[in-house]
């Protein structure tokens, strides 16, 4: 069974630098696709950025493109959410997800079937 853990949220300032973790466990990832989404209070879930475990291909939205970055560590099973210039509109629980989505769907929370508990980013003004 697949387990899914984040690591790494806290607070930190509009205009800091976070970056968050999922470590992955319970089965072979070389066909998933871990996503990274985040929700706050009263709101949906909303997709953040995706990384292809065997191709390492990447995806984002447009909201975060050019300043988060979606990498893996393939010998710890790892993948990381590096976040940059944070906005406190983005303060909200980040989720990594695991599944074999394809790519119409990839952004979808939907196409996930594990997920981990989240960690709490809050972004302060």
């Known amino acids: 069974q697949v387990q899914l853990v984040e690591s790494g949220g806290r607070l930190v300032q509009a205009g800091d630098s976070l970056s968050l973790s999922c470590a992955a466990s319970?089965?072979?990832?070389?066909?998933?696709?871990i996503g990274w989404f985040r929700q706050a209070p009263g709101k949906e879930r909303e997709f953040v950025a995706a990384?292809?475990?065997?191709?390492?291909?990447?995806y984002y939205a447009d909201s975060v493109k050019g300043r988060f970055t979606v990498s893996k560590d393939n010998a710890k099973n790892t993948v990381h959410l590096q976040m940059n210039s944070l906005k406190p509109e983005e303060t909200a629980v980040y989720y990594c997800?695991?599944?074999?989505?394809?790519?119409?769907?990839?952004?979808?929370?939907?196409?996930?079937?594990?997920w981990g508990h989240g960690t709490q980013v809050t972004v302060s003004s």
């Open positions: 997800a695991a599944d074999t989505p394809i790519l119409s769907n990839i952004r979808s929370p939907d196409a996930y079937k594990n």
């Open positions: 319970g089965g072979t990832f070389r066909s998933y696709a």
């Open positions: 990384i292809r475990w065997s191709s390492s291909h990447t």
